[in-house]
């Protein structure tokens, strides 16, 4: 069982940043596709943004311009740089990772315990 460890979230206030983290094994970074998701109180689960195993990225439209996905093999870690941050992005995000291409779908095999992001206006 892959074990994914977040970190990096707290409270901002709108139009800040934070940078979330996202610890896994080694051998994730070979092979696997990863993605952040986030699920705030009374709603589903949602796709943030999604990073292939050949580094090409792609995001959910409510955060394409302002959020950020990367790797950083080295260090095993994903990362979600997020700007601009609005209280709309309140939620627990969590990363996740599988050898399937499930983009933004909540189907990956993996998943971490999240951490909570908070916006305040």
């Known amino acids: 069982q892959a074990q994914l460890v977040e970190s990096g979230g707290g409270s901002v206030q709108s139009g800040g940043s934070l940078r979330l983290s996202c610890a896994a094994p080694e051998y994730i970074y070979s092979s696997y596709c990863m993605a952040w998701f986030r699920q705030a109180p009374g709603k589903e689960r949602e796709g943030v943004a999604h990073i292939n195993s050949d580094g090409s990225t792609f995001y959910a439209d409510s955060v394409k311009g302002r959020f950020t996905i990367s790797q950083d093999n080295a260090k095993n870690t994903l990362y979600l740089q997020m700007n601009s941050l609005k209280p709309e992005d309140t939620a627990m995000y969590s990363c996740?990772?599988?050898?399937?291409?499930?983009?933004?779908?909540?189907?990956?095999?993996?998943w971490g315990q999240g951490t909570q992001v908070t916006v305040s206006s």
């Open positions: 996740a990772a599988d050898r399937i291409y499930w983009w933004l779908l909540p189907k990956y095999k993996y």
